[in-house]
């Protein structure tokens, strides 16, 4: 297990300043205060352990609702324009190299071997299009205050890099950002939770965002996390993340905690930086984590803090009820050391 004397200077540097942090930090109780404090909304969610933070919801208005159906149209409307025009580009290829083929022009057959694969990246890249400007305006049309209205239970909370929000990097063949998958998921226990980023325009799918203040986002998330069913942080080497993932350990049940070491503009996360997080969480998580983690992208932990594999739905049953921990492969032919060194580690993110 890595301890502190063993990191990089930059490592050690950051570490200590969440250290110090985690010294600072509010009890649950007064960070509740803190945020009734803040609070002078008059509007009421249906959970009245969420009412502290009813403050921290940013709504929908009608113009925005407007704008983002107009805004849907209008990207289904290009769609099918250039996925149209695609399909006639297309037959007409076949049309013109069937009659070659017809008048005995066998060499015919090169051109659509040479032309099709074009026309199919296109056709990608006109998709990819779409679905940036259906979530552009699906956002728009999004209510966050609604939905924490409809559900009066217990939250999920998910805590990541505001940068894993950004959608335009997104490789061709990814269309859904991480958290949105896993708030697809996860809202049949609880409503899914995150909180937003200081530069974003307004509501997004996905989690249900809460925009706290410089003097309230570390108050929000203690009140967040001692209420919360689960909490999810996924891996980043940023003081933020880090400060949050030392909070998780002075406050959570280990069962509650899940890391998860996925990123939706770099789907490969998983070999690019996680053996430099990997130091820094157990010197603040005081336990040693998987060497390598395979195929899989979560990590849960036993009664202990004894960290492994984990696939994160296995945490909860049918029923909504926490199940037994189950370790996942546990027999699973670990990395040798040398082989995690070689792996590319990414140092330069940006801390929430």
Same mark, same amino acid.
């Given at each position: 297990? =890595?301890?502190?004397?063993?990191?990089?200077?930059?490592?050690?540097?950051?570490? /200590?300043?969440?250290?110090?942090?985690?010294?600072?930090?509010?009890?649950?109780?007064?960070?509740?205060? *803190?945020?009734?404090? /803040? !609070?002078?909304?008059?509007?009421?969610?249906?959970?009245?352990?969420?009412?502290?933070?009813?403050?921290? #919801?940013?709504?929908?208005?009608?113009?925005?609702?407007?704008?983002?159906?107009? &805004?849907?149209?209008?990207?289904?409307?290009?769609?099918?324009?250039?996925?149209?025009?695609?399909?006639?580009?297309?037959?007409?290829?076949?049309? #013109?190299?069937?009659?070659?083929?017809?008048?005995?022009?066998?060499?015919?057959?090169?051109?659509?071997?040479?032309?099709?694969?074009?026309?199919?990246?296109?056709?990608?890249? #006109?998709?990819?299009?779409?679905?940036?400007?259906?979530?552009?305006?699906?956002?728009?049309?999004?209510?966050?205050?609604? /939905?924490?209205?409809?559900?009066?239970?217990?939250?999920?909370?998910?805590?990541?890099?505001?940068?894993?929000?950004?959608?335009?990097?997104?490789?061709?063949?990814?269309?859904?950002?991480? @958290?949105?998958?896993?708030?697809?998921?996860?809202?049949?226990? +609880?409503?899914?939770?995150?909180?937003? &980023?200081?530069?974003?325009?307004?509501?997004?799918?996905?989690?249900?965002?809460?925009?706290?203040?410089?003097? =309230?986002?570390?108050? +929000? #998330?203690?009140?967040? *996390?001692?209420?919360?069913?689960?909490?999810?942080?996924?891996?980043?080497?940023?003081?933020?993340?880090?400060?949050?993932?030392?909070?998780?350990?002075?406050?959570?049940?280990?069962?509650?905690?899940?890391? !998860?070491?996925?990123?939706?503009?770099?789907?490969?996360?998983?070999?690019?930086?996680?053996?430099?997080?990997?130091?820094?969480?157990?010197?603040?998580?005081?336990?040693?984590?998987?060497?390598?983690? &395979? !195929?899989?992208?979560?990590?849960?932990?036993?009664?202990?803090?004894?960290?492994?594999?984990? @696939?994160?739905?296995?945490?909860?049953?049918?029923? &909504? +009820?926490?199940?037994?921990?189950?370790?996942?492969?546990?027999?699973?032919?670990?990395?040798?050391?040398?082989?995690?060194? /070689?792996?590319?580690?990414?140092?330069?993110?940006?801390?929430?």
């Amino acid at each position: 297990m =890595t301890r502190l004397e063993d990191l990089r200077p930059w490592q050690k540097r950051i570490l /200590k300043e969440v250290f110090w942090e985690l010294e600072c930090a509010v009890s649950v109780p007064n960070a509740r205060l *803190m945020l009734e404090a /803040k !609070s002078n909304d008059n509007k009421q969610l249906t959970n009245p352990h969420l009412q502290p933070i009813v403050f921290a #919801v940013r709504y929908a208005t009608w113009r925005n609702y407007v704008y983002g159906v107009i &805004g849907e149209l209008f990207a289904w409307a290009l769609f099918l324009f250039f996925s149209l025009l695609w399909l006639l580009a297309a037959l007409a290829l076949i049309a #013109v190299t069937l009659f070659a083929l017809f008048v005995g022009q066998v060499r015919a057959m090169e051109l659509p071997i040479k032309t099709l694969p074009g026309l199919y990246e296109k056709l990608k890249r #006109v998709r990819h299009g779409f679905e940036r400007r259906r979530w552009s305006a699906q956002r728009r049309r999004y209510n966050a205050y609604q /939905k924490l209205c409809a559900d009066g239970r217990a939250p999920i909370l998910y805590l990541r890099l505001f940068s894993s929000d950004q959608i335009y990097e997104l490789p061709l063949e990814v269309t859904r950002r991480v @958290d949105e998958r896993l708030a697809e998921h996860y809202e049949q226990y +609880g409503p899914v939770i995150a909180v937003g &980023g200081p530069n974003e325009k307004g509501p997004m799918p996905g989690p249900v965002r809460l925009y706290f203040d410089d003097n =309230t986002w570390r108050a +929000g #998330v203690i009140y967040l *996390m001692s209420i919360s069913r689960l909490v999810i942080i996924q891996a980043g080497i940023a003081q933020g993340v880090l400060w949050e993932l030392g909070i998780a350990r002075r406050l959570l049940e280990p069962e509650k905690l899940i890391i !998860s070491v996925a990123d939706a503009s770099n789907p490969d996360i998983a070999d690019r930086y996680y053996y430099d997080f990997k130091k820094c969480a157990e010197v603040l998580l005081d336990c040693e984590l998987p060497m390598s983690l &395979g !195929s899989s992208v979560y990590i849960g932990f036993g009664k202990n803090w004894e960290a492994f594999p984990q @696939d994160p739905r296995v945490l909860i049953d049918a029923s &909504g +009820g926490w199940s037994t921990v189950k370790y996942v492969e546990k027999q699973r032919t670990q990395q040798t050391y040398e082989e995690v060194l /070689k792996a590319p580690a990414a140092t330069n993110h940006v801390s929430a």
